[in-house]
């Protein structure tokens, strides 16, 4: 799951993506409103923490915009101002949860993965490929029912490959499923994941294969 972590204040927002991170979140920040819808455009987002006082304006400003980007994104609010008339004007703009600073990283988890467990989560939308199946809610894969153990950079390069399910993904669009915007990409790495990611799928029988297509991208597909 890739989250868009909306904060100016920047010991807080690495405080915040630290936590994430740990629980295996793909975190991009943002610090301001600017830089919010930019990264909005340039990425696939399931989860944004959206913080009210931003140095370009009030956060909800944004809840419209990112709606139209992401159906089905979640987004908690941030904010120190807990007035009651504050909380309705968030859950009134669109905002699924919003969260009083300060908070503890506990609680901002517990709401994140109860977010995660909405209606449309609950459906338990799932991708099979040969022998696989991947469940998007919780982005774990398995195959006949054993889950594979699998970092969560080659889940993402697995996710990614399986939603435009035999047409060939880009590198450019597998990088930037797998990599936050601040990480440095080695030119390699995307090959070294999908190396790695396809030694274990022929391991566990997997029935699917990646097959490169030369300078543009990559193709998943049955072993036939
Ligand atoms: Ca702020």
Request: glycine share 8%; proline share 3%.
């Amino acid at each position: 799951m890739r989250i868009l972590l909306i904060e100016d204040e920047l010991q807080l927002a690495e405080t915040l993506r630290g936590a994430l991170e740990r629980e295996r979140f793909i975190v991009d920040h943002a610090d301001r409103i600017a830089v919010a819808r930019e990264a909005s455009l340039m990425a696939s987002f399931d989860l944004v923490l959206l913080d009210r006082t931003l140095p370009d304006g009030d956060g909800l400003s944004l809840v419209q915009a990112l709606r139209a980007d992401h159906p089905g994104v979640a987004i908690i609010v941030l904010s120190a101002r807990g007035e009651i008339s504050d909380r309705i004007a968030g859950l009134d703009k669109g905002a699924d949860d919003y969260l009083i600073k300060p908070f503890s990283l506990d609680e901002m988890l517990a709401r994140v993965r109860a977010v995660r467990r909405r209606p449309a989560d609950l459906a338990g939308e799932t991708i099979r490929a040969g022998s696989l199946v991947y469940d998007l809610a919780n982005d774990e894969a398995s195959v006949e029912g054993v889950r594979l153990d699998l970092p969560r950079r080659e889940l993402r390069v697995l996710a990614a490959l399986l939603k435009p399910r035999g047409r060939t993904v880009l590198r450019e669009m597998l990088e930037q499923a797998v990599y936050g915007f601040d990480d440095e990409v080695q030119s390699n790495a995307l090959d070294s994941h999908i190396s790695r990611l396809r030694r274990k799928l022929a391991e566990v029988g997997a029935g699917i294969e990646i097959h490169a297509i030369r300078g543009v991208g990559y193709l998943l597909r049955d072993v036939s």
